[in-house]
């Protein structure tokens, strides 16, 4: 699969040789279709093991999909369709989808600035204004 650009980054190129698929039968509505053909997939990759991810991606992935891996494999598995073919796409596209989401860097830690002189101005008044309440408040308005 070639490597395109997705919401967060770029995508990961899943290679053939390091997919493991599995085809069983389907549940739900099909009739006769539905008892013989093998439509659902499950689609699993080694995370651990790809060669698709730098050493950098692959601890992040492992890190972020602990709680969707079995030891260091991630399967995807689908049965949306009535078609093998078309469940073959989407579990590809799920698994690239999921692993280069957890792979992609986080956010940019933010670099600490200064306050604006309006802004500490207009904390400090609020400040004051919350104390002269509070003084009121206690000697029963005499000051």
Do not use: I
Not at 10 to 30: H, I
Not at 36 to 58: F, G, I, N
Request: proline share 6%; charged share 35%; no cysteine.
């Amino acid at each position: 699969m070639p490597a395109s650009r997705g919401p967060d980054g770029p995508r990961v190129a899943l290679r053939e040789r390091e997919l493991a698929w599995r085809f069983s039968r389907s549940g739900g509505p099909g009739g006769q279709h539905a008892d013989t053909a093998d439509t659902r997939v499950s689609l699993s990759v080694d995370v651990a093991a790809t060669e698709s991810l730098t050493p950098e991606q692959r601890e992040r992935a492992l890190s972020r999909l602990s709680g969707r891996l079995s030891g260091t494999v991630l399967t995807v598995t689908v049965e949306e369709s009535r078609s093998q073919a078309r469940n073959r796409d989407l579990a590809r596209e799920r698994l690239a989808g999921l692993l280069s989401g957890a792979a992609a860097p986080g956010p940019r830690s933010r670099r600490s600035t200064r306050p604006t002189r309006g802004s500490t101005e207009r904390r400090l008044a609020a400040k004051k204004r919350r104390g002269q309440v509070k003084r009121m408040r206690g000697r029963g308005g005499d000051e």
